[in-house]
């Protein structure tokens, strides 16, 4: 069993199961050699048996106290009972694990090193990196720490991953394309320090891709996939008027919108709709900006109903857009619907599980990437569980489309039954109106 299989990733919700506690000393005294490491009783007990109980009360509680009271007749005991029972249903299983009780964050010297050239916190993509280093240190035991680059350039990226490795990291996440170049360019240098290279492979100076060698693994997503599921039920649920802002043109900024638009042009066509427009625009940054906002602004005035705001910390202004004209957008990376009554939905791939899925290889193989792993470029979609929108009750805010079909479409895509391509050098073919700005 891996270390995934412990964790539960409730904002992204679309199904995936993550969390599956084991508790037991038979279980917890013998070495998970699936795993490659030792789980420290600390977490595997306690941190368990806590998770454990918040799940009793909050998904079987009724059941659970039904079986207290069947064994236990005593008043005196029933109290006790219902007291804990009280307390564990307050417990945030999730916040709780992400807590580090033990030390295992370092400021240096982690094993794990995460750099990014972002605010680690950022609410969306960076955060969610760190989280999946998060629970997997914390479950496994493993120490970690966190860099961020000062110059936003190869030679800041290239500095920073270097201090990790000097303050003895032994496997470096790397956040995002631009550290292409600084993996391509350290991949020789340290050919004992293992890369984990998050939606990006090794480039020169050049942008021409290099060989991937075996200290490096690559991961990126099937955003196509996340895009074009959120296009396809906006337009079910009614929305004729759309709109796309992404930050850089990069590949999975490109990826996510060129699926947003194949998802709005199979809808427009399944509902025999002839008048689906979509406004196109990169803004050129993943920041917030008062260019965004007014450009987002004129969009709403003008008809557009709904905009995916894909890229960072650029969603805050078209959401500023939404609430002055009472528009509608769609979040991007991480489910961002808890932030506003304004998003409709967000476009989500599980980062985290993918970071978990690959430090477990890591570990497992004692510190460097398995045959399946080393030197290898891998993409997670709906087929893996790593792409989708949210599915929760309490997240779902579609009035007219349900989860029902959402999922059925989500299963198709999995399958392959319905394609969505992943191509990027070219703009998709749809016959819904897209102007590009």
């Known amino acids: ?83 804990q029972q009280k307390e564990a ?68 990226h290239v500095e920073t ?28 240098v340290y050919p004992d320090i293992c890369f984990l290279l998050i939606d990006g492979v090794p480039v020169d100076t050049q942008g021409e891709p290099l060989e991937i060698e075996d200290n490096v693994h690559c991961v990126s997503f099937k955003e196509e996939e996340s895009g074009y599921l959120a296009g396809y039920m906006a337009v079910l649920e009614g929305y004729r008027n759309l709109g796309f802002i992404g930050g850089k043109e990069e590949p999975p900024v490109i990826r996510y919108g060129y699926g947003y638009l194949q998802g709005i042009d199979d809808a427009a066509k399944e509902l025999g709709l002839k008048d689906v427009t979509v406004n196109y625009w990169y803004a050129g940054t993943f920041q917030s900006s008062e260019e965004i906002c007014g450009e987002a602004v004129r969009w709403y005035e003008e008809g557009t109903e709904v905009i995916f705001a894909c890229g960072g910390f650029l969603y805050e202004s078209v959401l500023e857009a939404a609430g002055r004209e009472k528009g509608l957008l769609i979040g991007v990376d991480v489910d961002q619907n808890k932030r506003s009554e304004y998003f409709l939905t967000s476009a989500v791939k599980d980062i985290a599980n993918a970071v978990v899925i690959s430090l477990d290889d890591y570990f497992a193989e004692g510190g460097k990437w398995s045959e399946a792993f080393a030197g290898q470029s891998v993409r997670y979609g709906m087929k893996d569980n790593c792409a989708g929108i949210p599915m929760l009750e309490t997240e779902w805010k579609f009035q007219h489309v349900t989860m029902k079909k959402c999922y059925e479409i989500y299963t198709q895509i999995g399958q392959g039954k319905i394609f969505v391509s992943e191509e990027i050098e070219e703009r998709p073919g749809v016959a819904v109106t897209v102007k590009y700005l």
């Open 1 to 83: 069993m891996l270390i995934r299989s412990i964790l539960l990733r409730e904002r992204l919700n679309y199904g995936l199961l993550l969390l599956q506690i084991l508790a037991g000393d038979a279980i917890l005294d013998k070495e998970v050699k699936s795993m490659g490491i030792r789980m420290k009783r600390k977490i595997a007990g306690s941190m368990a048996i806590l998770l454990l109980a918040g799940m009793l009360a909050g998904c079987n509680g009724e059941e659970a106290q039904e079986t207290a009271s069947e064994e236990m007749q005593s008043p005196v005991v029933d109290i006790e009972i219902q007291k």
């Open 161 to 188: 991953v270097e201090d990790a490795i000097l303050n003895d990291a032994k496997v470096v996440v790397c956040a995002g394309y631009d550290f292409q170049e600084a993996v391509g360019e350290l991949q020789d």
């Open 89 to 156: 249903a307050q417990v945030d299983p999730m916040a709780d694990l992400l807590k580090d009780h033990y030390g295992d964050y370092q400021e240096t010297g982690g094993e794990i090193a995460f750099v990014s050239d972002g605010v680690v916190m950022d609410g969306n993509y960076n955060e969610v990196i760190y989280e999946g280093i998060q629970m997997y240190a914390l479950a496994a035991g493993v120490s970690f720490s966190y860099y961020n680059v000062e110059e936003d350039n190869l030679e800041g």
